[in-house]
């Protein structure tokens, strides 16, 4: 019989986490793109599906933004009720560096209309950034080997 592999916590920086998961919902009310609110720019991204089966990059990123704001929603299930072992951390890392990437990507898509651009969006990607930051090695405080074996 094949020996079960022990379920294990994420390893984290839970206050980089809480602090990442209050600075999201907090940019949904603020002025995220020109006269809009953070919220009304998320539900905004459904407009842009026929440009994406017409294949326009820029329409397919804007959509794929539903999948970091989908993977913020659910980092925090994963983060603190979920168990697992090493590769399920290698999951939660690259998906919040994909996210990271898309969110801040998101400035190169606006060229010279970049004033366009409010707070909120700059708290919206930061707050990525720090989800990123609190499933980095070193934010965890102890080695990922010694920290996925406690």
């Known amino acids: ?30 002025p995220s793109f020109d006269n ?14 026929p440009g994406v089966w017409e294949g326009k990059l820029a329409c397919i990123h804007l959509v794929l933004l539903n999948f970091a704001n989908l993977f913020m929603l659910v980092s925090p299930w994963f983060i603190l009720r979920w168990t697992g072992g090493p590769r399920l951390f290698r999951w939660l890392r690259r998906g919040s560096a994909a996210s990271l990437f898309l969110t801040a990507a998101l400035m190169l898509e606006f060229g010279k209309d970049i004033g366009d651009l409010r707070i909120g969006y700059f708290v919206w990607v930061f707050s990525f950034g720090l989800l990123a930051a609190s499933l980095v090695r070193g934010a965890v405080g102890i080695p990922l080997h010694r920290a996925i074996a406690n």
């Open 1 to 30: 019989m094949k020996p079960q592999a022990e379920s294990l916590r994420v390893p984290c920086h839970r206050p980089f986490a809480f602090a990442a998961w209050a600075l999201f919902v907090l940019s949904f009310f603020l």
């Open 36 to 49: 809009a609110w953070g919220w009304q720019c998320a539900i905004m991204i459904q407009y842009y599906w």
